[in-house]
């Protein structure tokens, strides 16, 4: 088991119960940039003045030499009247964190900043992306900003391919809410959410609205290429799912003789290329 303190020194579970400044609290390393045996005590009188600077980033260089002056080996040296023991958490060895913090500690890197991205990647890990809530990307596409608009359907998308219900049903719900295209930019939008919508596992659950949209999409030379992104997707759906449909859409005459003849080829093998 490792114990690793807050301010990223470890300290190894084979070390002796002795305290030295290595324990304490006000005890900082002497280099941000390696790891070194060397520190500084941060209650000497000497750094009052930079105190702040050197816990909130690396060693200035107003006071680098300073702390070249008065550095000394933290493991060995005794503590003091004021030694505050460093606060800790222990990391079993045989998790992800464990691991990672070991293998970082054998190779002489573990920094404050590695240790702070090892525990982000464990968290990461750890977030359950079926249950994640979507409620910032749902009012990142009702404001309609276009940059916003479009980092929100990238992310539904993700948490759509990690099969999170949610962002599959927010997205689908916004898609169904546009018009009808009349631009080549209205249909890059729509195909673009389509192609995240594409990310879920049952296909089928898109069927209803893309045969609604069929149907109320009149064919020109615009929307061509939008309502060839939807028979592509429906290629990818069971048969049995777009086979009645599609054959009602196809008795009453509302498609181009082309566009017959590709939908005839759809339903009569649902694995043929659009």
């Known amino acids: 088991m490792n114990r690793m303190p807050r301010n990223g020194q470890n300290i190894d ?3 002796p119960n002795r ?22 005590c941060l209650n000497e009188d000497a750094f009052e ?15 680098r030499a300073l702390v070249e002056q008065m550095k000394f080996e933290g493991e060995t040296h005794p503590i003091c009247a004021n030694f505050q023991q460093i606060e800790s958490i222990e990391i079993e ?26 525990i982000f990647e464990d968290r990461v890990m750890h977030i359950d992306w079926k249950t994640q809530p979507v409620d910032q990307y749902t009012c990142q596409l009702e404001r309609g900003i276009p940059e916003e608009r ?10 759509i391919a990690l099969e ?16 009808p295209p009349t631009t080549l930019s209205e249909v890059h939008l729509k195909s673009r959410i ?25 064919s020109d030379n615009t929307t061509r290429q939008w309502i060839l992104e939807i028979l592509q997707f429906l290629g990818r759906c ?37």
């Open 49 to 63: 003045p930079f105190v702040e600077e050197l816990l909130n980033g690396p060693i200035p260089d107003s006071c």
């Open 150 to 159: 479009d980092k929100a359907i990238s992310s539904l998308g993700a948490l």
């Open 13 to 15: 579970a084979d070390t």
């Open 238 to 274: 069971p048969l049995q799912v777009i086979k009645e449909p599609l054959e009602q859409m196809l008795a009453d005459g509302r498609f181009s003789f082309r566009l017959k003849r590709r939908i005839l080829n759809l339903i009569s093998d649902s694995s043929s290329e659009i």
């Open 194 to 218: 389509l192609h995240q919508l594409g990310f879920v596992k049952s296909k089928e659950a898109v069927v209803p609205y893309l045969m609604e949209e069929l149907g109320r999409t009149k």
């Open 19 to 40: 305290k030295t400044c290595l324990d304490c609290s006000a005890y900082l390393p002497a280099s941000n940039d390696e790891a070194t045996e060397f520190g500084i």
């Open 93 to 118: 060895d045989s998790t992800f964190l464990g691991q990672r913090l070991r293998d970082l500690a054998e190779k002489g890197k573990l920094t404050p900043e590695a240790v702070e991205a090892a």
């Open 164 to 179: 999170n219900l949610e962002a599959f049903q927010a997205l689908l719900r916004f898609l169904a809410s546009l018009p």
